[in-house]
């Protein structure tokens, strides 16, 4: 296996490139940088007045965020990017409740911000996608809080199962998202040891127990066949390690592999809108969640970019260089929030 180095200076200089863009300017938009409950959030209200209250859209960024384009094409909306602590100056789950928590937030103080409560949209692109669909799961237990409205995840990682499904298999080697690479950042995340992915890649991590209570939700059989044309072999059985279980053991978490949620959840969720790209190591993760939510009775609308990779969004509006894939998924994003 090639080596990973995921090194401080590495990592600084992938956030420097991934979290760089300066922030959206745009004459129509009026933009403040606010706390929301010590969580740093900066706020996109429109300019224009509205007659009544508008939709919010919480928005989870990804490695590869694009809250500009989100900002202005949703014109009557009003949006809200949450500023997560970030890995690995701080550790996993911090992400996840520093989202969790500015999100209840927005939900209890909506009107405050001319929103809504009952219009709120959470969105998340790549791994801020796995937040969203994770503050999604975690929501539906609260009655003490407004449901959301909708869900948005687009090209999302929700499942550290399986890393040997089509779409890693035929996209391995694609930009920006390696399949090696993919891996590498997810231990980071974890604050664990890169000698452990070898052994997940292959499947080693899960027992016989999980592997067949996750088969009837990750099974390669749940995913189209026109999705294996480009290249699929079934994996070699991999031989279970005990110790390997132990030390991955948050990878079967569900805010950490959102797919793996029970159908209890599952059923409870909001309506939702999930992205997907052809050459993304991610795009059978979307495809068997869109599966799951449909067979637990959620409307998802599903957008494919045939043509797409993991971040073309981000390439939209960037000023260096862009994607016309990149432009018509946004537009159907923005179409289906304005739907809403």
């Not at 929301?36 to 508008?54: D, E, I, M, N």
């Not at 009655?143 to 999302?156: C, E, M, N």
């Not at 993304?280 to 067979?295: A, I, M, P, T």
Request: charged content about 20%; hydrophobic content about 40%; overall charge neutral.
């Amino acid at each position: 296996m090639e080596t990973i180095s995921c090194s401080p200076s590495r990592v600084y200089l992938i956030r420097t490139f991934l979290h760089g863009i300066p922030p959206w300017n745009d004459a129509n938009l009026f933009i403040e940088n606010l706390k929301f409950a010590k969580v740093p959030v900066r706020v996109y209200h429109p300019k224009v007045p509205s007659a009544g209250r508008r939709r919010g859209v919480l928005y989870l960024h990804g490695g590869i965020g694009q809250i500009g384009s989100i900002s202005k094409k949703t014109s009557d909306s009003v949006v809200v990017c949450v500023g997560y602590r970030l890995a690995p100056e701080h550790p996993y789950p911090t992400q996840f409740w520093d989202c969790l928590t500015a999100t209840v937030h927005f939900m209890t103080t909506a009107e405050d911000y001319g929103v809504d409560p009952t219009r709120i949209i959470i969105c998340g692109d790549s791994s801020g996608g796995t937040l969203a669909a994770a503050v999604c799961q975690t929501l539906v237990g609260r009655t003490d809080l407004p449901k959301a409205r909708a869900q948005i995840v687009l090209y999302p990682f929700l499942q550290a199962v399986d890393f040997n499904l089509p779409s890693y298999q035929q996209n391995a080697l694609v930009p920006l998202l390696l399949k090696k690479r993919t891996l590498a950042l997810g231990m980071q995340y974890l604050n664990k040891d890169l000698s452990l992915m070898k052994g997940i890649l292959e499947g080693s991590h899960v027992p016989e127990d999980l592997k067949l209570k996750f088969s009837k939700w990750l099974s390669p059989d749940n995913i189209p066949m026109e999705f294996k044309i480009r290249g699929y072999k079934p994996p070699a059985s991999a031989t279970y390690s005990e110790e390997l279980h132990a030390l991955a053991k948050p990878v079967f978490e569900t805010i950490f592999s959102p797919l793996l949620a029970e159908d209890a959840i599952v059923r409870q969720l909001p309506e939702t809108f999930i992205l997907t790209c052809e050459y993304d190591v991610f795009r059978d993760d979307g495809l068997l969640y869109k599966k799951r939510l449909e067979d637990n009775g959620i409307l998802v609308t599903w957008y494919h970019v045939e043509d797409g990779f993991h971040g073309a969004l981000f390439l939209i509006d960037c000023g260096y260089i862009s994607f016309p894939c990149g432009k018509r998924a946004m537009l159907n994003v923005a179409n289906f929030i304005k739907g809403l």
